[in-house]
């Protein structure tokens, strides 16, 4: 992970916990309804205004 930001970690480990919250495998068992991706892409973007290339990269 070298260089990389204190910012870009962060966005990182933020990310990660919004797509296993998204894909996580309670959305086939329907005990709770994960937000939808556009949600979830919208904050992050609010919390860290980060290049377009990272989105990409994560598939939003």
Not at 37 to 48: D, G, I, P, Q, R
């Amino acid at each position: 992970n070298k260089g990389f930001s204190y910012e870009g970690k962060a966005f990182m480990k933020t990310s990660n916990y919004l797509l296993k919250k998204v894909y996580s495998p309670s959305k086939i068992t329907k005990k709770r309804k994960p937000l939808p991706l556009f949600v979830s892409e919208s904050k992050l973007k609010k919390a860290f205004p980060i290049r377009e290339s990272l989105y990409d990269v994560l598939n939003f």
